[in-house]
Every structure is written in C-alpha cells, then in structure tokens.
C-alpha cells in the first residue's frame, strides 16, 4: 500500500510564498524537457558557458537557454551542432532522433532503436518506445538508479496527462506538497502542468513505465 505523507518540501513552501516565474513557461514536451537536462549536463561537464557554446554553434544564447530548459525543440541542423560541440553522436543524445518512417509507415519501431536520454548525473536513463508514427501519446520507461532523483526542486511541463506504473523497486513520488511511496505494482496519474519530482530512496534500482499523452486540455476536476 502506498503510504502518504503531508509534509511541504522547501521549493513547494518557495512557490507557495512567492509567484514562479518560471512556472508560466514550462515545457511542453517531456521528451524536450529530458533532452535539454542532458544537455546541459554535457555542458556542465566540459565546463563550459553558454556564451561560449551558443557561439561555436552559431546560435543565440537565449535560444540555447531555450533548449536546455526545454521550452524550445532543436532542429536537427542545431543538435547536430551541439553534438559536434561537446564531441558526442546525435544518436547518443537521441537515439532514432533522425529515423525515418522506413518501416511500416513508422508505425513499428524495433528494440534497439528507440529514443534515449541518459542523465548520469541524476542516475536516471529514460527510453522513449513511441513509433515515429505515434502523434498524441507517448511510452516511456525510466530506469532509475538508487538515490537517482529529478532533483530538490518541482518542475512540471505543459501538454497532457501523464499515467505510470512502477514496475519493481520503489519510488518517491512527490506531487506538489504531498509525498507518496509507491511500490512494484503500484499506479499513480498527473496532469503534466502538476509541480511534481521524484527519486528512488531504495538500494535497488527502480523501473517506471510512463504513458504520455500530447493532447493539450484543462483539467476540470479538483
């Protein structure tokens, strides 16, 4: 049984007492929102500012700010800039981010193919097995390594509804100023515009398969 918990964590008492600015402009995809975390992970270990990258590569700086927050897509020209930047293959960013819809009309993606993000630093690696054909819903799975985490701070995107189910070990899953522990087998749902994070408290790696829907709409129960 999920045990559930009342306490506030400190970035929801933040948002509580002061108005987020950042909260109007999340981003609209999770996929966007996980490869701009990976990027400026690869940013971060080379040490490098965003000046500095955004003129290698050509770019603005607000632009580059843009995609690592997740709120603006790169095209494929920009991410094969970044890539070459920071010395890494576009397929290792993404993987299948260039498949075409060679197979069935996009509609079969085969394993090994599937879109990637791997972000060492938060000990999470996320596999994206949506068919390049899919348009308003999207599967995922995160593997989750332990102590592996979103970070302290809530964070939330702006398209759809989002459905999970933990398939072995344990999650801490906090939603807002609630915190619940969910189990292998346990289920749990959000609108994706939910201040939400989180973390794998256990000594075993977790796994979470994520079903995402693209339909933007308004929630309209309490």
């Keep these: 049984m ?99 819809y060679s197979e069935s009309a996009g509609r079969v993606a085969r394993a090994g193919s599937h879109r990637r993000v791997d972000l060492a630093d938060k000990g999470i690696r996320k596999e994206m097995y949506t068919p390049p054909a899919g348009r308003s819903l999207d599967l995922c799975r995160a593997r989750i390594e332990p102590g592996g985490s979103t970070g302290d701070d809530l964070f939330s995107t702006n398209m759809g509804e989002q459905v999970g189910l933990v398939l072995r070990g344990t999650l801490e899953l906090w939603i807002e100023d609630r915190v619940l522990l969910l189990h292998a087998g346990d289920s749990f749902c959000y609108t994706s515009r939910t201040p939400r994070r989180w973390r794998n408290p256990g000594s075993e790696i977790t796994e979470v398969i994520w079903a995402i829907s693209r339909i933007d709409h308004k929630e309209t129960s309490p």
């Design 2 to 100: 999920p045990s559930l918990a009342f306490s506030e964590p400190p970035a929801a008492r933040r948002a509580q007492s002061s108005p987020d600015p950042a909260r109007a402009m999340s981003p609209a995809s999770v996929i966007d929102f996980w490869l701009g975390q990976q990027l400026r992970q690869l940013r971060k270990q080379h040490d490098l500012p965003l000046v500095q990258v955004a003129k290698a590569c050509g770019i603005s700086v607000g632009l580059l700010s843009q995609v690592e927050r997740g709120l603006s897509s790169p095209s494929v020209k920009v991410l094969g800039l970044l890539a070459h930047q920071f010395g890494v293959s576009v397929d290792s960013l993404l993987r299948g981010a260039g498949q075409g």
